[in-house]
């Protein structure tokens, strides 16, 4: 069975700068992708990073990238999220798959209905 948890979520002041760390125990293939969610209230979530087991391969949603840096060591996943903005406030979720090679298949992307497993989410506050 596979778990998934999240942590390192708060508040934090517009241009500050949180650590969200995750763990995804039970993966099976050695070949697995994970990734990081939000979902806004009355929006749709949105893929924010993923990467491969190896990570040659990553994403980042334009509304992130130069800002939040995506790393893994094994099973544990983290978003280092820099120069934070109010808009950047949702509940962040990790989500991790056996199949890096499915994830990635059209190239450097992040759907989450290819995900298989996830967390319960953390909440991230940014206050201006």
């Known amino acids: 069975q596979v778990q998934v948890v999240e942590s390192g979520g708060g508040l934090v002041q517009a241009g500050g700068s949180l650590r969200l760390p995750c763990t995804a125990s039970g993966l099976r293939t050695g070949d697995d992708a994970m990734g990081w969610f939000r979902q806004a209230p009355g929006k749709e979530r949105e893929g924010v990073s993923c990467?491969?087991?190896?990570?040659?391969s990553t994403y980042y949603a334009d509304s992130v990238n130069g800002r939040f840096t995506i790393s893994r060591h094994k099973n544990t996943l983290y978003l280092q999220m820099n120069s934070l903005k109010p808009e950047d406030t949702a509940i962040y979720y990790c989500a991790a798959d056996d199949f890096s090679a499915f994830v990635f298949r059209g190239g450097p992307q992040c759907k989450g209905a290819d995900f298989a497993y996830w967390g319960q989410g953390t909440q991230v506050t940014v206050s201006s």
């Open positions: 990467i491969s087991w190896s990570g040659k």
